[in-house]
């Protein structure tokens, strides 16, 4: 599954945005699942987003839904995050992880993530 670097986490203000991104140092030349999860300071471990890039189907946790996206570029072999309206309790460390499920009607919220990368943290201030 490669390397995974996430970056673009920082300090914001709740009600702003900001975008996360995750370089992939495999090519996504394939249908690949991709995930974004979170850790909060409490430990608590949460599953974001889910993404097939084979059918642009895509999860969203119930905490984060209509304020998130999340994305990727093939050619730049990038996953990305997109979130708005920041509250306080989104606050955490995020993670990314893909993997080249090769089914485009994988559900993968269910795949078994093995490698999520190094994180980046976002911190929301009220």
């Known amino acids: 599954q490669g390397q995974l670097v996430a970056s673009g986490g920082g300090s914001v203000q709740a009600g702003g945005s900001l975008r996360l991104s995750c370089a992939v140092s495999?090519?996504?030349?394939?249908?690949?699942?991709m995930a974004w999860s979170r850790q909060t300071p409490d430990n608590n471990r949460e599953a974001v987003a889910h993404l097939n890039t084979g059918s642009g189907r895509t999860y969203y946790a119930d905490s984060v839904m209509g304020r998130s996206n999340i994305g990727h570029n093939n050619v730049w072999s990038m996953l990305y995050l997109d979130m708005s309206s920041l509250k306080f309790d989104d606050t955490a460390t995020y993670y990314c992880?893909?993997?080249?499920?090769?089914?485009?009607?994988?559900?993968?919220?269910?795949?078994?993530?093995?490698?999520w990368g190094q994180g980046t943290q976002v911190t929301v201030s009220s």
């Open positions: 992880a893909v993997a080249p499920v090769g089914n485009s009607d994988h559900d993968c919220r269910t795949w078994p993530y093995t490698n």
């Open positions: 495999v090519a996504i030349d394939r249908t690949f699942c």
